[in-house]
């Protein structure tokens, strides 16, 4: 790190946000790891996610993106195309197979990966990514098993190359907004989250095999896109499926793995109607159908309490199977104040309450003129460059962060072992559920090392 950048760090952190801690190095896998001009970068699954990736990666002077691995032409082809639009060299192509991306981690010109597979194949690819000694950024989901969280962690300390976990939500404007307010103490000391995954997602499950959304009733080896992975998940398996997008923002908040972590949890599961009706109901279905005959064996509504060392409590909920708008139901309270969301996260699509601030009103105020009065100093300096970028921004900061960490020299924000915690929700849930909510144990994936880490997401107006 040079001399600016420490200066930098120590001149522009937020002041509200206690003593600032500098970040570690990034590249403690390589003394001789040296980045001359640009980061250079293979993309591991170039699908419709990894081609939102492709489209920030080339729109970016200081990245060259060097090779795509996906087994699909059809893919490869829409991703060469964002490179030729953007004016960037033809990327070297891996699609002979489901394997073809180990060719991709034998290059020697490239630093980085980016991973947006199905998520069977997250484990494999970011394991064999880290011994290749190729960064990742790795998309989300939630593990399969247990043990690949562990493996997750043991491979990183093996190798010490790192890998940058790509929660988006956790940049989401409102988010970050709240995050600023929290660490100036205005929500006083946090005692409770929620978060989940609340998006109605049939249409995403199902098409006619074609185009990807709202097209059909068909899954697996029919579907498209999506359904072609996804959809088998609901049939096979019963737990908090996608955790990280309601989790991460508030373990963030509550400063998760830097200082606290997740203990324990207990997960219940509804029966599974929506799926069906959705199949049977459908122009396309119908109650001949043949997945009308299918099981799927996940409810369409699983709620995930989870406790932390700290004696805060945490509540999930995933419900993607049934009619509903979009709201990842966020709640974020403290012995001061009180914030809860609604819809997509708008300025004005929440409510907000401070006790002293209102004079005891007991009344909601709109969050509109919180957020804006305290924005998060990121959003301030980024919201040019993030407008137009995926999720309503969203997407932009995950990518920068991703990038400029690498550029620096700085620990990723998100790591390894957010990363196996965030995951192992997935598999602990199912185990829960499977045996009528019993309380299971949160492996400490830090071995200890939580009680010393410091915090460092969006702590300047960098990352």
């Not at 700085?410 to 995951?423: K, N, R, S």
Request: glycine residues 10%.
């Amino acid at each position: 790190m040079d001399n600016s950048r420490r200066n930098f760090i120590k001149t522009t952190a937020l002041a509200t946000f206690g003593t600032l801690v500098l970040p570690h190095s990034l590249f403690a896998y390589s003394d001789n790891f040296r980045l001359d001009k640009k980061v250079r970068v293979g993309c591991i699954g170039v699908g419709l996610r990894g081609q939102e990736h492709v489209r920030l990666l080339a729109k970016r002077d200081d990245v060259e993106i060097v090779a795509f691995a996906d087994p699909s032409k059809t893919m490869l082809s829409a991703s060469q195309k964002i490179l030729k639009d953007n004016n960037k060299p033809v990327a070297r192509e891996f699609s002979n197979g489901d394997y073809d991306y180990r060719n991709l981690l034998q290059l020697k010109n490239i630093d980085a990966v980016v991973i947006a597979t199905p998520w069977e194949w997250h484990l494999t690819q970011g394991v064999e990514a880290m011994r290749a000694r190729k960064i990742v950024g790795m998309e989300v989901s939630g593990a399969i098993q247990l043990g690949d969280c562990r493996e997750f962690v043991k491979v990183y300390e093996e190798t010490k190359v790192p890998i940058f976990m790509m929660e988006n939500v956790c940049y989401r404007r409102d988010i970050m907004a709240i995050l600023h307010m929290v660490r100036k103490g205005m929500f006083g000391e946090l005692v409770h989250g929620r978060g989940g995954y609340q998006h109605d997602l049939r249409g995403v499950l199902f098409n006619d095999g074609i185009t990807p959304y709202n097209s059909g009733v068909e899954f697996g080896e029919k579907g498209f896109s999506e359904a072609k992975w996804r959809t088998g998940h609901y049939v096979k398996r019963n737990g908090e499926l996608y955790p990280t997008h309601g989790l991460g923002p508030v373990a963030v908040m509550m400063d998760i793995n830097r200082g606290n972590r997740l203990t324990r949890l207990s997960s219940f599961s509804s029966k599974s109607l929506g799926l069906h009706k959705y199949i049977v109901e459908h122009p396309k279905g119908g109650e001949n159908h043949p997945n009308a005959k299918v099981k799927f064996n996940q409810g369409d509504i699983v709620t995930t309490q989870i406790a932390c060392a700290n004696g805060e409590t945490i509540l999930l909920t995933h419900d993607t199977s049934l009619q509903r708008p979009y709201d990842l139901g966020f709640r974020v309270q403290g012995t001061d104040g009180l914030w809860q969301d609604f819809g997509s996260g708008g300025p004005s699509q929440g409510h907000i309450y401070f006790e002293k601030i209102m004079n005891h009103t007991h009344k909601w105020d709109n969050t509109e003129k919180w957020l804006g009065e305290y924005d998060h100093p990121m959003w301030k300096k980024f919201e040019g460059q993030a407008t137009g970028a995926g999720h309503g921004g969203m997407d932009f900061f995950v990518m920068n962060t991703f990038i400029e960490c690498i550029k620096r020299n700085i620990e990723f924000p998100m790591d390894v072992y957010d990363l196996a915690t965030w995951y192992s929700i997935t598999p602990l849930s199912e185990k829960s559920i499977a045996k009528g909510g019993e309380v299971v144990d949160i492996p400490d994936f830090t071995n200890g090392q939580w009680k010393d880490r410091k915090p460092v997401f969006g702590m300047t107006d960098e990352f």
